[in-house]
């Protein structure tokens, strides 16, 4: 049991350095590192790792190590020369364990035109970071090393070994990250994802799958469009079949995690649509691409049978769909929806370190997006989602709250203490 004189040294010794945290954040944002491209970022992460003195391994995914796992997502993007790094601090065997987990990854900044804060370029205003990634999660990934350090820096050594793991293509599905690393066997008893989720506690997280629908159409030249058949205009029915079953969903579908997180269980995002190949001829083929959530109780199978049904009760109302019918494939994404048991001691310990610190009952969520603490549930171990507050993520103008990335780290070092023991 850590005491309250070893909890005050600890937080004065992170406010302390907070400028030390603010600038490994500030160095990690302006490092471009979108999907597939994580190389640089995953550099300064090991070399971060070793300066604390930490054990460095460099795990190389392999695609046929994890392929054939359920919970495996295929990004498309190849293994080659993309690692995850992983800095160990070995405690003893008896002791429970504990992973702190981020990713280096980021989705694209564009447009780049619409910011008003360099995307790389880590400006602060006030109390507010700006940049791709600060929130979503670079901030959270450099808490994780900030906590451990803090902790080394006392010359308190945790009883138990502490992991800190960095993955890539968490927002490609995480196949190559943090799953690859969990299938060649790095576990332990408790694992926490600092995904900026408002200083709450996650414990649940929304199903998710990708789909296409693929229409034929007939060419013609437009001088005689009437004699083609456009695949846009044979769309548009099935775009807005689609769209009113996101809104049927919303409607009926609840679960109460979820509902008090972000206000509705579940959506049908309709994405993208492409279609045609020049202004003068009628459209040939059409392509809409979405995103569907789902909740616990519900199973991907049973989705998409309801997608397929869908399109399926469209096509038998047009003679040309009818005859052509439309084309669903399931790609990327594919997501089970995650639950984890709030009454597991693991939870417990985290939400009770997290209250001692912040000093107020800490909220357990759930959230519509998914993230790697679900892939805990396939290896039998506990995980949660905690983390600084973030605006705009995945927007223009992302942001990061500076004090609840000091707090998040507060909190991490606490309860690193707390879990493993110390020494």
């Known amino acids: 049991m850590v005491t309250a004189d070893l909890r005050s040294r600890i937080d004065r010794h992170i406010q302390k350095h907070r400028d030390q945290l603010i600038e490994w954040v500030a160095a990690a944002v302006r490092i471009p590192s979108v999907t597939g491209r994580e190389s640089a970022m995953q550099e300064y992460v090991a070399r971060l790792y070793a300066s604390m003195g930490l054990e460095v391994i460099r795990h190389q995914p392999v695609r ?48 780049v035109d619409q910011w008003n804060h360099d995307p790389w370029g880590a400006e602060i205003v006030g109390n507010r970071m700006y940049g791709r990634g600060a ?81 034929q159409g007939r060419t013609a030249h437009a001088g005689l469009a009437h004699t083609g058949v456009n695949a846009i205009v044979k769309m548009q029915p099935i775009v807005q079949a689609l769209w009113e079953l996101d809104q049927n969903r919303g409607q009926m579908v609840r679960f109460a995690l979820y509902e008090e997180g972000s206000g509705r269980s579940c959506h049908l995002n309709l994405g993208t649509l492409r279609a045609g190949d020049w202004p003068s001829t009628v459209a040939g083929w059409a392509v809409l691409e979405c995103r569907i959530g789902f909740v616990p109780g519900e199973t991907s199978g049973e989705i998409q049978a309801l997608v397929e049904r869908t399109v399926r009760e469209v096509a038998a109302g047009d003679p040309w769909l009818a005859e052509h019918p439309p084309q669903v494939e399931w790609f990327g994404w594919k997501a089970e929806p995650w639950y ?76 690193i203490a707390e879990w493993c023991g110390l020494e």
């Open 64 to 111: 046929e190590q994890v392929a054939d796992h359920p919970a495996f997502v295929d990004s498309g993007i190849p293994f080659s020369n993309r690692q995850n790094i992983i800095g160990i601090l070995r405690g003893r065997t008896d002791a429970p364990s504990l992973t702190l987990h981020g990713h280096v990854d980021v989705v694209s900044p564009e447009p």
């Open 135 to 215: 929130g979503d999660m670079k901030a959270g990934h450099m808490a994780n090393a900030f906590a451990l350090k803090t902790l080394l820096d006392l010359g308190l050594k945790p009883r138990g070994t502490v992991m800190l793991m960095s993955t890539v293509e968490e927002e490609a599905g995480g196949g190559g990250g943090t799953l690859a690393c969990m299938v060649s066997g790095f576990l332990t008893d408790g694992f926490v994802t600092t995904e900026p989720h408002s200083l709450n506690l996650t414990i649940s997280h929304a199903g998710v799958l990708y789909f296409r629908v693929k229409v």
């Open 340 to 415: 984890q048991d709030p009454d597991h001691a693991y939870v417990r310990a985290f939400k009770s370190a997290a209250e001692a610190v912040l000093g107020r009952e800490v909220r357990i969520q759930g959230r519509a997006a998914a993230n790697d603490a679900r892939f805990t549930d396939y290896f039998g171990r506990a995980g949660v989602a905690f983390g600084p507050i973030c605006g705009n993520m995945h927007g223009i103008d992302e942001w990061v709250d500076l004090d609840s990335v000091v707090d998040t780290a507060r909190v991490l070092a606490y309860h």
